[in-house]
């Protein structure tokens, strides 16, 4: 990566470098509460945007529509926390391998985690740039990106951590018309339509 990259990479709303650890510290002695709008991406903590109503509804609608076709053992969470590498970030929605009491002690990780899915208007940059690499680099089999502004879903796989900067090999973009097939580890449990989730 060059240095111009390097700088590229970096949020332009970062607010204090943290180790997993000091954030964990931090929020542990209440430094930080449920109050505080930011998470943790590549060791820099970053305010989180604002959500507005076609976000809140699209959130809604691709969780109620995931809900009802997971098979018995996953279940659906949202604007959650996971733990990976150097990151903690809070997408708005990914699908969990158990049981959420499973998780009294710990954030699921990436080997807990089949699908995360971002909704994306004034995130659109940062979920195509430092999200999809996070979860590249973390190994998350599949990252949706259900793009408001361009109204369709696109779809990365094929994640490698051995490239600099992490990316996935595969884009595929589904449009309004078009059906999404849902994967959960390796398999395909079934689909749906794009515009089933779009307001």
Do not use: C
């Amino acid at each position: 990566m060059s240095p111009v990259e390097s700088l590229a990479a970096i949020p332009n709303d970062l607010i204090l470098r943290l180790s997993i650890e000091q954030y964990h510290a931090m929020i542990q002695s209440g430094i930080l509460t449920d109050d505080d709008s930011v998470e943790l991406l590549e060791g820099w903590l970053v305010f989180k945007m604002p959500k507005n109503l076609p976000h809140r509804v699209t959130t809604r609608l691709v969780r109620t529509a995931l809900e009802n076709i997971l098979p018995p053992g996953w279940y659906v969470d949202s604007q959650e926390p996971i733990t990976l590498f150097n990151s903690e970030p809070e997408p708005d929605i990914v699908v969990v391998r158990g049981d959420t009491r499973q998780y009294l002690d710990r954030h699921p990780g990436a080997e807990d985690i089949a699908l995360i899915i971002e909704v994306s208007d004034t995130t659109l940059q940062r979920d195509r740039t430092i999200k999809k690499r996070i979860y590249a680099r973390a190994g998350i089999a599949i990252y949706w990106i259900v793009n408001l502004v361009e109204e369709q879903v696109e779809v990365y796989s094929q994640p490698s951590a051995e490239v600099e900067p992490p990316d996935y090999s595969q884009r595929l973009d589904f449009g309004r018309s078009a059906v999404v097939p849902i994967m959960i580890a390796g398999i395909e449990i079934g689909a749906i339509a794009v515009n089933s989730l779009l307001p």
